[in-house]
């Protein structure tokens, strides 16, 4: 056998090491109910405090969801009027913006995964905004932001008929936002056809009898743009999170039809927010007492029912207590 020369070895090796990578990175079926998450509520500073919640988010390792809250307000650093990391007005020069505090904080996270190649728990993270106001110029400048990130983002076509959903393009992350007519009107409606969604919307919950049928609480199926499905704990525990009780084999039913609606009709879910705290804890923390079953016991009930029930994401300020029982679970 006649000995292969230099070049061709030259030639096979940068192909070989391309099918190394690429037998690593297999395409990934983005489909609900494929996967249980973490996700970080309220992810970022308060006034000047806590400006470590990203820091804590992330040291759980990927793949996690990580809510941002952003309000369009003027930046008194800047003088200049600005999307900021915020739960509510007024704004106190303190705030973050979110390419500073989340973008760039999660670079090297991205960079590493897009470098690897391999796409088995994309996306890493999902982002999960949470507008406090949706002025016209704020939707804009948060559509320019992300533009800015695309290369990162999940996306999908966007088709003639917002009935087809479009196979997604999964990429490090994907962005999560609201249920309003507004933010369809920028993030969808303004899209060109044949354009790339950079961001997903989620359908409308009527509200008004958290006790409902599933199928009256969100009687519409996923579409193209509208793929997820956002609920407070009050469509299992009516009564809310400090008044829920003992949970019990009912609540466990009603959660888990809520959890199987929600998959076949092709939506993730994401319950929020569910806390066990000492009232000790929720003050040094910043955490709300109306998110607070009142103890630990109580909440880790509710996280292993919903993780068992198959969750998409379920929302704790309790970000590493969590993350420990998700990971036992697997």
Known sequence: MRPRSPLILVLLIPLLLWTARASKSPPVPLRPGTRVLLDAHNCYPYFEWWSDRIDRALSAGTPLAIEQDLLWA??????????????????????????????????????????????????????????????????????????????????????????????????????????????????????AEGSRLVVFGAVRTNAKDP???????????????????????????PAGQPNAGAWTPEKDTRLNQLVRYAHAHSLWIRFYTLDGATKAELSCNGWFSSYNFGSQDAVQKRWEAAAKAGADYIATDQYEVLDTLLKARK
Do not use: C
């Open 74 to 191: 003027r930046n008194p650093r800047t003088g200049k009027m600005a999307s900021l990391l915020s739960h509510g007005a007024p704004a106190t020069g303190a705030e973050p913006e979110m390419r500073e505090y989340f973008f760039e904080r999660v670079r090297p996270i991205v960079e590493n995964a897009l470098r690897d190649g391999n796409r088995g728990d994309w996306p890493l993270i999902t982002l999960n905004l949470d507008l406090k106001s949706e002025e016209p110029e704020h939707l804009a400048a948060i559509w320019q932001l992300l533009l800015q990130y695309q290369d990162w983002l999940t996306t999908a076509s966007r088709s003639n008929t917002m009935e087809r959903m479009e196979p997604l393009d999964v990429r490090p992350i994907l962005v999560l936002t609201g249920e309003s007519d507004a933010q369809k009107a920028v993030f969808y409606d303004q899209v």
């Open 211 to 237: 006790s409902v049928p599933p199928e009256v609480l969100a009687a519409n199926p996923a579409d193209n743009y509208h793929r997820w499905w956002n609920n407070s704990w009050r469509v299992v525990e």
